[in-house]
């Protein structure tokens, strides 16, 4: 069974929207793809539209990390909260799999 990682505090960041707005394209993205395949379309061109929508989710995962490290990392070695640094190793480790 998987840890699960969790906080309990709440905070913004400066690119919420933006990461919002990404993951929704990402997601009509999919669903385009999606289509794609109940239609039989060429499987290279699916395959292309499916290695776009890892980049975009990537992509958007970058951003995250970005404003995490900015935002909760700084925070967390400010207040030696040193548990922040662990689940970000965990989370790293996860991201580039």
Same mark, same amino acid.
């Given at each position: 069974m998987e840890n699960k990682v969790e906080h309990?505090?709440?905070?913004?960041?400066?690119?919420?929207?933006?990461?919002?707005?990404?993951?929704?394209?990402?997601?009509? /993205?999919? #669903?385009?793809?999606?289509?794609?395949?109940? @239609?039989?379309? %060429?499987?290279?061109?699916?395959?292309?539209?499916?290695? *776009?929508?890892?980049?975009?989710?990537?992509?958007?995962?970058?951003?995250?990390?970005?404003? /995490?490290? #900015?935002?909760?990392?700084?925070?967390?070695? @400010?207040?030696? %909260?040193?548990?922040?640094?662990?689940?970000?190793?965990? *989370?790293?480790?996860?991201?580039?799999?």
């Open positions: 309990n505090h709440n905070h913004s960041h400066k690119n919420t929207k933006a990461v919002v707005n990404r993951l929704s394209r990402a997601i009509g /993205h999919l #669903e385009s793809v999606k289509r794609m395949v109940e @239609e039989g379309r %060429d499987c290279s061109e699916v395959l292309i539209q499916v290695s *776009a929508v890892k980049s975009s989710i990537n992509n958007i995962g970058k951003i995250i990390l970005q404003d /995490h490290i #900015e935002h909760c990392i700084v925070n967390a070695v @400010e207040t030696g %909260d040193e548990q922040v640094l662990k689940d970000l190793n965990t *989370a790293i480790d996860k991201f580039v799999k």
